[in-house]
């Protein structure tokens, strides 16, 4: 996980936790006018997550699409505690919303991505670093005659103009310092990690800041940024390249030469094009901190599982005086079953994903269950049920019919044969956000 539903939380006023991620998750955050909690939020920002696996790229149309982009501002989570990732994270997600994008624009009525891309150019154009004399400052609409005293867009900058405001946030800035005693690394690491992260941000014109969502290091930093984006309310932070978890470069205030001062400040390589994986490497004495990923989890195909489960339930119906039920035995498989091969899913799960007739083989099992209980087989004793020593009741014997009808289930099913591939999940280091705006009441001009 790179971070990013813990750093949610603390926008949102939460506390630090872990929580599992859904494939596309929406919640809000609430935007007030101080930092008064109790005062009643003026606005919510809509905060659509998505879970970081390229096959869910299909779901961002549910948050940025043709009616939300023009309040809508992009966030891409970076794991900064596998730095060697981050590049190549930051590539792939930039080219999903860049295509993403690109498909929404041609549903837009003609010009409007032609505007929007104006308003960008425009604010990164306008943009002021706050100082001692101007300590905050605005992101304002165009005005008229406001060309003439724009400032030219540096060589480089703003080259991939989405349309959108886009902040690229490193999670886990915490966790630096367990690289530095861990795998050796020192400020020339950081330094070279921290100036190509922002090449690419110039390109589309992105702000970079590093948070970290269990110290709050910079997440008053990064909300005030967003509201300052889509509300246009004052902001008052600066530059900050000294702090190595702590970084923020905002769009419009970088420049090329700003950062080759910040290459020429690490001795790792005198060579600007060189790739990021050759200098960054993956450690070789890599080990897990309890904030990493997990491993991978390779699920059992469906068939295997199935004749698994087929075989407990021959074997058990070769058991004579077995007071085990045949439901019981199935538990059994899943309670041996190796933690990176499990089955894909629970017994009754599978049988609704498989056949869509779950209740029906329950059905059947209650049928053949009441059938065996009223109808026993001639010349059967009959067995009383007696109490144990300890004043518990024996369970009941598994009947013939309960047996033949799990053992007809499950042979049906891998006689069929399997309806697909089963999904291997893998994981990945980034994950985009998109973030919209929602008025409770009109804004004041």
């Not at 872990?18 to 909690?37: G, P």
């Not at 969502?213 to 967003?226: E, G, P, Q, R």
Request: include cysteine; charged fraction near 25%; hydrophobic fraction near 40%.
């Amino acid at each position: 996980m790179s971070g990013k539903s813990s750093l949610l939380l603390r926008l949102q006023g939460g506390d630090f936790e872990s929580r599992s991620e859904m494939a596309l998750d929406y919640s809000y955050i609430d935007v007030r006018k101080s930092t008064d909690t109790d005062e009643d939020p003026v606005s919510r920002i809509n905060a659509w997550q998505l879970e970081g696996e390229n096959s869910h790229r299909q779901l961002l149309r549910f948050a940025l699409n043709a009616t939300t982009i023009e309040h809508s501002l992009a966030v891409i989570a970076l794991d900064l505690s596998q730095p060697w990732n981050a590049v190549t994270a930051l590539k792939n997600w930039l080219d999903v919303l860049t295509k993403h994008v690109d498909s929404v624009s041609a549903q837009l009525p003609e010009g409007k991505y032609e505007a929007l891309q104006r308003a960008v150019r425009f604010s990164y154009q306008t943009f002021q670093e706050p100082s001692d004399e101007a300590p905050r400052v605005v992101d304002r609409k165009p005005l008229p005659g406001d060309a003439e005293a724009l400032r030219p867009i540096p060589e480089g900058a703003l080259v991939r103009n989405l349309g959108i405001p886009i902040v690229v946030v490193g999670c886990k800035s915490d966790l630096l310092e367990h690289l530095e005693k861990e795998y050796g690394y020192k400020h020339d690491h950081f330094e070279f990690i921290q100036q190509y992260l922002r090449r690419i941000c110039l390109a589309y014109g992105a702000t970079l800041i590093y948070t970290s969502a269990k110290t709050m290091k910079n997440v008053d930093v990064l909300l005030h940024y967003i509201q300052f984006k889509l509300y246009g309310f004052e902001f008052g932070h600066r530059v900050e390249l000294v702090e190595k978890d702590g970084i923020f470069m905002p769009a419009g205030a970088d420049a090329p030469v700003r950062i080759q001062l910040d290459f020429d400040s690490q001795r790792l390589t005198k060579d600007a094009e060189e790739p990021f994986e050759e200098i960054i490497t993956l450690p070789k004495n890599l080990h897990r901190t309890g904030s990493e990923i997990d491993p991978i989890v390779k699920a059992m195909d469906d068939q295997d599982f199935l004749a698994r489960c087929k075989e407990i339930v021959d074997a058990d119906a070769g058991k004579d005086g077995h007071k085990q039920g045949l439901l019981s035995s199935l538990i059994k498989l899943s309670s041996s079953s190796n933690v990176n091969q499990s089955p894909t899913a629970s017994s009754s799960n599978l049988v609704a994903a498989q056949t869509g007739s779950a209740a029906d083989l329950l059905g059947q099992l209650r049928s053949a269950q009441s059938a065996a209980a009223l109808n026993p087989p001639s010349g059967a004793p009959a067995a009383a049920a007696a109490p144990a020593a300890d004043g518990s009741k024996p369970a009941a014997a598994p009947s013939s019919g309960e047996r033949q009808v799990l053992t007809d289930f499950f042979t049906s099913l891998i006689n069929k044969g399997a309806h697909g591939g089963a999904l291997s999940r893998t994981t990945s280091s980034a994950a985009n956000v998109a973030g919209s705006r929602t008025n409770l009441q009109p804004k004041k001009p």
